[in-house]
Every structure is written in structure tokens, then in C-alpha cells.
T-cell receptor, first 114, second 113 residues
């Protein structure tokens, strides 16, 4: 089992460019999440999905879009990157959403927007 | 929202036990207490969780106060690999179903050789 994988691991963008981050999980989990982590801070939720074809906004959704066309994949898009989106992005998944379910995290994508 | 308070940082010597405290005075009866840790340059990883009773697993133990207003993560013998940021998180199915874990700043644990 690979668990949760993220591509790419690193990326540098110029302001206004677009990109898509890919998250994949092989655990047949229903729920998937995208977080961002800024230096010295905890994680903040961007968007999440409770199943294939469904997405919802988290705490900091502005400037991002997501899609969950396949159960195992969760894509995070930046349509017009801004320097404020420089961050480390983590994807996570969980079996379901109950309070006792643990979340499994990917290794992260370090994004720099110049 | 139920919140947690943790010390910013702690130090431990290698092979000694470590007790990481967490205060959650506004915890509700249905809040689960979760602990995650984040090793340098990695994503968070699950450590342990509990509701009312103390819990043990291969990584750690979780001691929950009788009134549930505080808890302690216990690493029985710290190793250098345990140096990480430890997050104490409350999660309530009624409030948080399907949504995020709220990660605060956590406690940065340093392990000295």
C-alpha cells in the first residue's frame, strides 16, 4: 500500500500561472481533504470531499478549486496563483467522517509563487 | 468551538518518558481527543485517540482526566525519532462530521541525546 501520495513534491510558479496538485489514495477511503500549512502554523482546511463527485469548502477556500471525479483521486487547482498561496499543501484521507476516524496524510507539496 | 491549549515547546532526554499535556476545559461529552504528530518536512501522522478511558497503542499512551478537561500523551521512552510537533485535537461528530481536524500550533518536542 502506498497510502496517500501527492504530486508534484515541489513547484515554483509565477504570479498568475495556474497549476493542479494531484492527491491519490489506495485505501478505498470515502473522505479526502486538502490542507495548507504556512511557516510556524498549524494546518488549515481548504476543501474536502465526502465521496466521489462531491466537494465542499473548508476554512480557507478562496483562490482554489477542487474536483473528485474518481474515488481515489482529489485534485486541487490554482487558477491564478498569488504570492499569498506560497505554502506547503497536504492531502489527507479518512475511511469516513466519524469523530473517531483517523486521517492519513500525504508527504506534502511545497509551492512557491513568485 | 471546543479548543485545546498546549505548551509551545518541551524538551526530553533520549530514553526517558515524556508527558505532553493538553488542556481542553470546554470539551463536550461527544468530543474525541486525538493526537497527531508531524516530523520535520513530513505530513502529520496519527498517534492515538480516546473518548473517556485511557488508551494504549504501540506508539504511545493517552491518559484522560476523569473530568475530561485535560489529557496527557505519554511516550514511554523517547527516541531521537520522536522529535516532532505534537497536536492535540478535539473532534465531535455532531459538529465536525466530514470536516477538518483543527490543528493549532501544537507542542514542539525536542529530544536530547
Amino acid at each position: 500500500n502506498a497510502g496517500v501520495t501527492q504530486t508534484p513534491k515541489f513547484r515554483v510558479l509565477k504570479t498568475g500561472q495556474s497549476m493542479t496538485l494531484l492527491c491519490a489514495q489506495d485505501m478505498n477511503h470515502e473522505y479526502m481533504y486538502w490542507y495548507r500549512q504556512d511557516p510556524g502554523m498549524g494546518l488549515r482546511l481548504i476543501h474536502y470531499s465526502v465521496g466521489e463527485g462531491t466537494t465542499a469548502k473548508g476554512e480557507v477556500p478562496d483562490g482554489y478549486n477542487v474536483s473528485r471525479l474518481k474515488k481515489q483521486n482529489f485534485l486541487l487547482g490554482l487558477e491564478s496563483a498569488a504570492p499569498s498561496q506560497t505554502s506547503v499543501y497536504f492531502c489527507a484521507s479518512s475511511w469516513r467522517g466519524e469523530s473517531y476516524n483517523e486521517q492519513f496524510f500525504g508527504p506534502g507539496t511545497r509551492l512557491t509563487v513568485l | 468551538d471546543a479548543k485545546t491549549t498546549q505548551p509551545n515547546s518541551m524538551e526530553s532526554n533520549e530514553e526517558e518518558p515524556v508527558h505532553l499535556p493538553c488542556n481542553h476545559s470546554t470539551i463536550s461529552g461527544t468530543d474525541y481527543i486525538h493526537w497527531y504528530r508531524q516530523l520535520p518536512s513530513q505530513g502529520p501522522e496519527y498517534v492515538i485517540h480516546g473518548l473517556t478511558s485511557n488508551v494504549n497503542n504501540r506508539m504511545a499512551s493517552l491518559a484522560i482526566a476523569e473530568d475530561r478537561k485535560s489529557s496527557t500523551l505519554i511516550l514511554h521512552r523517547a527516541t531521537l525519532r520522536d522529535a516532532a510537533v505534537y497536536y492535540c485535537i478535539l473532534r465531535d461528530v455532531e459538529r465536525d462530521y466530514g470536516q477538518n481536524f483543527v490543528f493549532g500550533p501544537g507542542t514542539r518536542l525536542s529530544v536530547l541525546p
